[in-house]
């Protein structure tokens, strides 16, 4: 039974560059978050989707940020134009809610280094 | 803002005796969850409780909650070097779905 997937697992951009992260959740489960962490901090959320739909994006800086979950595919995290502050770890998690199950189960996370 | 506060922030103890971390919070909640990381990788579930339990076990790993005083505490007994690690709290916050972190406890196990 895989996990949540991310890829890739570092990313390196240059200052106004895009940056694409991807989010496959695990098998059943239609709920996904994303987290950033910077370092030595605990977790912030950012955005919470499920299938085609943005369900809460309160924690989502206004601009440059989307995030999109299609019926097929993967979960992407999308950030345009990407600053040195952008520079940090990018988690998703799925949970199965659908399913009666609120736990959250994280991906191994994207290391994203701005230069 | 942060809801989760963990305390201590670092904590260092040798193999065998027991860890405890405490978590502390500010709204009403659905559950409260709680992680491990190791340095650079990602997170570990380790144990979830609902806001009307009181305590869970799980393995070595014992937790409790107080919705009175909106506080949580995790017990490690037994401790290993390979629980050395970070411990975070996460809160899911009542009519939400995401998790809110506190900052974490840095557990060093000494052999």
């Known amino acids: 039974n895989a996990g949540v997937m991310q890829n890739p697992r570092h990313l390196v951009r240059r200052r106004g560059q895009e940056a694409r992260l991807r989010c496959s959740p695990m098998k059943g489960h239609s709920h996904v978050y994303w987290y950033r962490q910077l370092p030595e901090e605990g977790l912030k959320f950012m955005v919470y989707?499920?299938?085609?739909?943005?369900?809460?994006e309160s924690g989502m800086p206004k601009e440059r940020f989307s995030a999109e979950f299609p019926k097929e595919g993967p979960s992407i995290l999308r950030i345009q134009q990407v600053v040195r502050g952008d520079s940090a770890a990018y988690f998703c998690?799925?949970?199965?809610?659908?399913?009666?199950?609120?736990?959250?189960?994280f991906g191994p996370g994207t290391r994203l280094t701005v230069l | 803002s942060q809801q989760g506060e963990e305390d201590p922030q670092a904590l260092s103890i040798q193999e065998g005796e027991n860890a405890t971390m405490n978590c502390s919070y500010k709204t009403s909640i659905n559950n409260l969850q709680w992680y491990r990381q190791n340095s650079g990788r990602g997170l570990v579930h380790l144990i979830l409780i609902r806001s009307n339990e009181r305590e869970k076990h799980s393995g070595r790993l014992r937790v409790t909650l107080d919705t009175s005083k909106k506080s949580s505490s995790l017990l490690i007994t037994a401790s290993r070097a390979a629980d050395t690690a970070s411990y975070f709290c996460?809160?899911?916050?009542?009519?939400?779905?995401?998790?809110?972190f506190g900052k974490g406890t840095k557990l060093t196990v000494n052999p």
């Open positions: 996460a809160t899911e916050p009542s009519g939400s779905e995401k998790l809110v």
């Open positions: 989707l499920q299938k085609e739909n943005i369900i809460d």
């Open positions: 998690a799925s949970s199965g809610r659908d399913r009666d199950t609120d736990t959250q189960y």
